[in-house]
C-alpha cells in the first residue's frame, strides 16, 4: 500500500490502472451508464487471456504463465 496521497509510491500498479482505464473507454467503449464491474471483469480475462504484451514478447500473460509451468515439469 502506497501513502495516501502519494501514487508515485506504487507506479507500477498506477500504470495498469491507468492502462484499464483507457482501453476500457477507448477500446471497449464503456459510456456512463454501461455496467464497469462487468466491464472490469470483462476487461481482465481479456488481458490475462488475448491482449499480448511487448514487455512478454508478444505473448499473453496466460502463455507465459503455461510456458513457465510446462518447464518446470520438465
Not at 18 to 26: A, I, M, N, P, R
Amino acid at each position: 500500500m502506497s501513502r495516501a496521497g502519494a501514487p508515485t509510491d506504487n507506479g507500477a500498479m498506477e500504470a495498469i490502472n491507468g492502462w484499464t482505464k483507457e482501453e476500457l473507454f477507448t477500446d471497449f467503449k464503456i459510456t456512463e451508464s454501461d455496467n464497469v464491474l462487468k466491464s472490469i471483469g470483462e476487461y481482465v480475462i481479456f488481458f490475462n487471456n488475448e491482449r499480448p504484451a511487448y514487455a512478454l514478447g508478444y505473448k499473453t500473460p496466460k502463455q507465459v504463465k503455461d510456458e513457465y509451468f510446462q518447464s518446470e515439469k520438465s
